[in-house]
């Protein structure tokens, strides 16, 4: 079973908007990570907030971390087409050293 | 190019033949893992291993086997493939979790 829960399982925006995507997870955990998977390929490390982390940011990336809630979100500013793509949490557990991802949300930026 | 390289990109074959997938992890990194992706069971962690020995164990059929050589190569093995073993399999490595993976592009197998 999957340890994260992203929120929507779609989303479709247009050019310029922002796109927020939402994490759930279950267990104590060291880190959070946000992946990219453009169709087909290989799955592409964007950012990771450690649990002792709020906010994190990264180009036009912003992350947030609540360990109280036990979620994190993944914000895209001002979204371009070559945005499209799934996008998935990883939690890094406390007791084990591999990640588990979560279903993943497809993100379509319309151009 | 990640610094991940997977073979083959594709793969083809029948039910209950074998097949072997291969990793090379990116330079300096010690771990590699590996994942099974379909689209009705998401990113399933098969298993890890660390400079040269099994770390982890996720859901990973027993019909499937793993192992990482001296130079840190890894290859996974399935056999006695099924139908429902179609499914994109990825492999990654990491110096530590810590500090994220990078993942190779994928081996696509297809069980006809």
């Known amino acids: 079973s999957q340890q994260g829960e992203e929120d929507p399982q779609a989303l479709s925006i247009q050019e310029g908007e922002n796109a927020t995507m939402n994490c759930s997870y279950k267990t104590s955990i060291n880190n959070l990570q946000w992946y990219r998977q453009n169709s087909g390929r290989g799955l592409v490390h964007l950012i990771l907030i450690r649990s002792n982390e709020r906010e994190k940011h990264s180009g036009r990336l912003r992350v947030t971390l609540d360990t109280s809630k036990k979620s994190s979100s993944l914000l895209i500013t001002a979204s371009r087409a070559a945005d499209t793509a799934s996008y998935f949490c990883a939690t890094g557990e406390t007791s084990g050293s591999r990640l588990t991802f979560g279903e993943g949300t497809q993100l379509t930026v319309n151009p | 190019d990640s610094g991940v390289t997977q073979t083959p990109k594709h793969l083809i074959t029948a039910t209950g033949q074998r097949v072997t997938l291969r990793c090379s992890p990116r330079?300096?990194?010690?771990?590699v893992y590996w994942y099974q992706q379909s689209l009705d069971q998401g990113l399933q962690f098969l298993i890890q291993y660390y400079n040269g020995e099994e770390r982890a164990k996720g859901n990973i059929l027993e019909r499937f086997s793993a192992q990482q050589f001296p130079d840190l190569h890894s290859e996974l093995n399935l056999s006695s493939l099924e139908l429902g073993d179609s499914a994109l399999y990825f492999c990654?490595?990491?110096?530590?979790?810590?500090?994220?993976?990078?993942f190779g592009s994928g081996t696509r197998l297809t069980v006809v």
């Open positions: 330079s300096g990194d010690l771990s």
């Open positions: 990654a490595s990491s110096v530590v979790p810590a500090y994220g993976y990078t």
